[in-house]
């Protein structure tokens, strides 16, 4: 039966018996690894989409945990931050200084109401780890001092969040240069 397709496809075609059965395999076999590589492509978008679809959706969290540092909205991060959540502010343990500071949840959120009038995040990356993200960025503020003037300054941060029950906590915040301030 093979013979006959091929020997038709030679009449249709005008090539040689020999040239169309080659040319049935050739296009047998191109036809076998095109679904071969298919499957094989289908297979790494899905390995390569779920980290980055994890990437994405922890750094829209992210900048939706820095609205509500802005708006001071506790409740929020209150739901937000796991229950050991820790803030350590300053650069000087990078050095082998001093740490500035380090809030317990508690203290952070009490920290809050009335402490920035700007809050901008950009220049952010995430690290995937199955259910644990580490973000990177820095975050651009102002704030009004004790003496009433307002005070701008930029830190560059790495942050560890947890996917746990299907959303992400905000577990552990570090400066890790800065605070820098303007003027």
């Known amino acids: 039966m093979n013979n006959t397709v091929a020997e038709s496809s030679v009449n249709l075609v005008g090539f040689s018996s ?3 059965r080659r040319l049935v395999m050739g296009v047998a076999v191109l036809t076998a690894l095109c679904i071969s590589l298919d499957t094989l492509c289908a297979q790494e978008s899905e ?4 980290p980055t679809q994890r990437a994405r959706s922890v750094l829209a ?3 939706r945990v820095e609205a ?16 050991d959540f820790t803030y350590t502010h300053g650069d000087g343990w990078t050095t082998g200084g001093a740490v500035r500071g380090v809030d ?14 700007r809050r901008d995040v950009d220049g952010q990356s995430a690290e995937v780890h199955g259910e644990v993200a580490i973000t990177m960025g820095r975050v651009r503020a ?9 005070r701008a300054f930029s830190f560059r941060y790495i942050r560890v969040y947890a996917y746990r029950d299907g959303q992400w906590e905000y577990l552990s915040h570090r400066t890790v240069h800065g605070p820098t301030y303007e003027g």
Not at 47 to 50: A, C, E, F, G, T
Not at 68 to 83: H, M, Q, R, T, Y
Not at 104 to 117: H, V
Request: hydrophobic share 45%.
């Open 68 to 83: 509500a540092v802005l708006s001071a909205n506790v409740e929020f991060l209150a739901k937000a931050c796991g229950s």
């Open 104 to 117: 317990t949840k508690s203290a952070w959120l009490a920290s809050l109401p009335g402490r920035y009038t």
């Open 18 to 20: 020999h040239y169309a």
């Open 61 to 63: 969290f992210e900048r």
């Open 47 to 50: 390995v390569v989409d779920s």
């Open 142 to 150: 102002r704030i009004v001092g004790a003496d009433g003037a307002e």
